[in-house]
């Protein structure tokens, strides 16, 4: 019964994460530099994977993300790069602020709250 589980939790993980033959969608430009955010769908589900790159030293498997849920955002200061992925779900909801207008409350969340430099993504993850 447990390989079962581990062959399901397997199957899973190489089903929804980001792999090399992801269908490529498109590259956006990130902060003002040469980096830039590969974006792959990952199944037709609607589950896709970012990579950043600046397409000549290195490229950073970022994560994959619902993208009816989820999203991952990039800051640039100097050499440092903030990736934050948010997540929300469908328990948003009408609240009356104290003035009485009508506003939406929900639920998201902060699942990653990165920074990491530049340099340090052209030692660790160096285009081979």
């Given amino acids: 019964m447990r390989f079962f589980y581990l062959l399901v939790l397997l199957s899973s993980f190489l089903l929804f994460s980001c792999r ?3 269908k490529y969608q498109r590259t956006s430009k990130v902060c003002d530099d040469n980096l830039y955010v590969e974006k792959f769908s990952v199944n037709s589900w609607g589950l896709f994977c970012h990579y950043l790159t600046d397409s000549a030293n290195f490229r950073l498997p970022v994560g ?3 993208e009816e849920h989820e999203r ?3 800051e640039c200061k100097g050499d440092s790069i903030r990736i934050v992925k ?3 779900g469908d328990d948003a909801r009408w609240v009356t602020l104290p003035n009485g207008q009508q506003a939406v409350e929900s639920d998201t969340k902060f699942v990653v709250d990165t920074t990491i430099s530049r340099s340090a993504l052209r030692q660790q993850y160096a285009i081979k």
Wanted: charged share 50%; glycine share 0%; hydrophobic share 15%.
């Fill in 20 to 22: 090399d033959k992801e």
């Fill in 64 to 66: 994959d993300y619902d």
């Fill in 72 to 74: 991952f955002s990039y």
């Fill in 86 to 88: 948010q997540r929300w």
